[in-house]
């Protein structure tokens, strides 16, 4: 297919949006080729490099859920704080009343247009350790892929952009563009902090865009621009019956069981046909325009290869929409996790003193993870049997998100990526959450462009976590060209 075949498709794909291809094209512009091939040489010189760096990085278990992990947290933090210091960033690592923040800046570009770039440096834990096929931190190459946990999530796509900046600051001794760099240590545990953080900075934090990759790419060598995420409301159930763990035999059938009361409520969730049976969870909902979900089905999205990734025997969920608007249209409530009673190697005939889940909800535009906790509570309340103590708890949530894509910033990224990649991007959800993204949005209000260069299966959250090689190392060139992309298309527009 050519040049103008893929354009067309491109195009095609955005709708009503305007499509970048005819802003201007630089192949006549000696002094743009000349700098690309430049920065391009630099990468070429010093990819084995970076990407040793970005070991040093990974090897640091920076898991911000476990207290017993805040010294490698800390620790992070300082790393990254001195890794831009190194390449010529103003640098600080900021405490919080809970993991640090870091920031970089550089801010010799009078009259250019400022851009946020947000990434975080904390991981979710790495159990199971058993299924780890090499240590979660200790690095380790296999076909292409980087093995560490936070490889993908989200230390190799925020480093990329460090080095992105690393390269125009040492090929030309100054950035195309203003830049702060923010990078947080609470992601994995819903980014408590960071918004008080924000907002309590706003004046220093005060840019034109912000710019985050913590997200896959819609298939490999296919780079992607998010126009959606779901927001998040996370529970935590507790049933209590007795006060200790009971002989089955001598109380089992007098006794109210905690372990099934749980899983009798748990049941509710859902109708036959996967729909969420919780009263009041859709009132909210914000139908997608109809454009907009013919262009998903549009996409080359090979449902067989999905399903082989998952391991599952079959695909499952609410019944009525296809596999792509489940994962980026549709809100849902999961199950994420059960304890109860005894569950070590033999029998151990006990009834459960009490049982606990761990409940997510995807929320889709129109939906508040307030909302959602008052249905969720008091759908609980009604459904828990007499007989046993239930308590359901809000940890944390975070607001949906969705972009209309349209500014200098976005394309900018269609021309950085189309051009470091050989291949128009195309846009995609996301069925995941970052809570930053709104507070971003609200408190700063810039537009947030979202990019990532983590692919599907890549085991973000879970064993074996990856990065594809070959995207950490376009990605830092496509970044670099996004700077000059965007200092371009702003200057022209303002």
């Given at each position: 297919?050519?040049?103008?075949?893929?354009?067309?498709?491109?195009?095609?794909?955005?709708?009503?949006?305007?499509?970048?291809?005819?802003?201007?094209?630089?192949?006549?512009?000696?002094?743009?080729?000349?700098?690309?091939?430049?920065?391009?040489?630099?990468?070429?010189?010093?990819?084995?490099?970076?990407?040793?760096?970005?070991?040093?990085?990974?090897?640091?278990?920076?898991?911000?859920?476990?207290?017993?992990?805040?010294e490698?947290?800390?620790?992070?933090?300082?790393?990254?704080?001195?890794?831009?210091?190194?390449?010529?960033?103003?640098?600080?690592?900021?405490?919080?009343?809970?993991?640090p923040v870091?920031?970089?800046e550089?801010?010799?570009?009078?009259?250019?247009?400022?851009?946020?770039?947000?990434?975080?440096?904390?991981?979710?834990?790495?159990?199971?350790?058993?299924?780890?096929?090499?240590?979660?931190?200790?690095?380790?190459?296999?076909?292409?892929?980087?093995?560490?946990?936070?490889?993908?999530?989200?230390?190799?796509?925020?480093?990329?952009?460090?080095?992105?900046?690393?390269?125009h600051?040492?090929?030309?001794?100054?950035?195309?563009?203003?830049?702060?760099?923010?990078?947080?240590?609470?992601?994995?545990?819903?980014?408590?902090?960071?918004?008080?953080?924000?907002?309590?900075?706003?004046?220093?934090?005060?840019?034109?865009?912000?710019?985050?990759?913590?997200?896959?790419?819609?298939a490999?060598?296919?780079?992607?621009?998010?126009?959606?995420?779901?927001g998040?409301?996370?529970?935590?159930?507790?049933?209590?019956?007795?006060?200790?763990?009971?002989h089955?035999?001598?109380?089992?059938?007098?006794?109210?069981?905690?372990?099934?009361?749980?899983?009798?409520?748990?049941?509710?969730?859902?109708?036959?046909?996967?729909?969420?049976?919780?009263?009041?969870?859709?009132?909210?909902?914000?139908?997608?325009?109809?454009?907009?979900?013919?262009?998903?089905?549009?996409?080359?999205?090979?449902?067989?290869?999905?399903?082989?990734?998952?391991?599952?025997?079959?695909?499952?969920?609410e019944?009525?929409?296809?596999?792509?608007?489940?994962?980026?249209?549709?809100?849902?409530?999961?199950?994420?996790?059960?304890?109860?009673?005894?569950?070590?190697?033999?029998?151990?005939?006990?009834?459960?003193?009490?049982?606990?889940?761990?409940?997510?909800?995807?929320?889709?535009?129109?939906?508040?993870?307030?909302?959602?906790?008052?249905?969720?509570?008091?759908?609980?309340?009604?459904?828990?049997?007499?007989?046993?103590?239930?308590?359901?708890?809000?940890?944390?949530?975070?607001?949906?998100?969705h972009?209309?894509?349209?500014?200098?910033?976005?394309?900018?990224?269609?021309?950085?990526?189309?051009?470091?990649?050989?291949?128009?991007?195309?846009?995609?959800?996301?069925?995941g959450?970052?809570?930053?993204?709104?507070?971003?949005?609200?408190i700063?209000?810039?537009?947030?462009?979202?990019?990532?260069f983590?692919?599907?299966?890549?085991?973000?959250?879970?064993?074996?976590?990856?990065?594809?090689?070959?995207?950490?190392?376009?990605?830092?060139?496509?970044?670099?060209?996004l700077?000059?992309?965007?200092?371009?298309?702003?200057?022209?527009?303002?």
């Open positions: 297919m050519g040049r103008d075949e893929r354009r067309q498709g491109f195009c095609a794909l955005m709708g009503d949006a305007p499509c970048w291809m005819h802003l201007y094209d630089d192949s006549n512009n000696p002094e743009m080729t000349n700098t690309n091939k430049s920065l391009d040489s630099f990468f070429d010189t010093n990819d084995a490099r970076m990407e040793q760096e970005l070991f040093e990085f990974l090897r640091i278990p920076s898991v911000s859920a476990k207290s017993d992990h805040n490698h947290t800390a620790k992070a933090a300082d790393w990254l704080c001195k890794s831009m210091e190194k390449i010529g960033l103003k640098a600080r690592v900021y405490p919080t009343a809970g993991h870091v920031i970089g550089w801010r010799n570009a009078p009259g250019a247009p400022t851009v946020l770039i947000y990434g975080h440096y904390d991981v979710q834990p790495p159990e199971p350790l058993n299924l780890w096929t090499s240590p979660p931190f200790e690095p380790t190459v296999r076909d292409g892929r980087i093995y560490a946990r936070g490889s993908v999530d989200d230390k190799g796509q925020l480093y990329l952009h460090v080095k992105a900046l690393e390269a600051l040492t090929v030309r001794g100054k950035l195309p563009v203003n830049v702060i760099v923010v990078a947080e240590g609470e992601e994995e545990i819903g980014s408590e902090h960071l918004e008080q953080f924000i907002q309590e900075h706003k004046e220093m934090l005060k840019c034109d865009a912000v710019v985050i990759s913590d997200s896959a790419m819609f490999p060598g296919q780079p992607s621009i998010l126009s959606s995420l779901r998040l409301a996370y529970f935590e159930i507790n049933v209590v019956g007795p006060t200790v763990d009971l089955s035999g001598s109380y089992g059938g007098a006794v109210v069981n905690p372990a099934m009361a749980l899983a009798r409520i748990l049941a509710t969730f859902h109708d036959e046909n996967g729909h969420v049976a919780i009263p009041g969870f859709y009132d909210d909902v914000i139908q997608w325009n109809p454009k907009v979900l013919e262009g998903m089905k549009k996409l080359p999205f090979d449902e067989e290869n999905f399903l082989h990734e998952t391991g599952a025997p079959q695909l499952g969920g019944k009525g929409f296809t596999t792509l608007e489940k994962l980026w249209a549709r809100p849902t409530c999961e199950v994420n996790g059960l304890l109860s009673g005894y569950t070590g190697e033999g029998a151990k005939t006990v009834l459960p003193s009490k049982a606990m889940a761990k409940v997510s909800c995807r929320l889709v535009p129109g939906q508040k993870p307030a909302n959602i906790e008052k249905v969720m509570k008091a759908h609980v309340a009604k459904v828990s049997p007499a007989g046993v103590t239930v308590d359901c708890k809000h940890l944390h949530g975070g607001n949906p998100w972009a209309e894509l349209s500014g200098p910033i976005y394309d900018a990224a269609r021309r950085a990526l189309a051009t470091a990649f050989e291949k128009e991007p195309v846009i995609v959800g996301e069925g959450s970052i809570p930053v993204v709104g507070d971003f949005e609200r700063l209000g810039v537009p947030v462009l979202l990019v990532g983590g692919l599907p299966g890549e085991n973000a959250h879970a064993p074996d976590e990856w990065m594809s090689q070959e995207n950490y190392r376009i990605g830092m060139r496509a970044m670099a060209r700077l000059d992309e965007y200092s371009a298309l702003a200057g022209a527009k303002s």
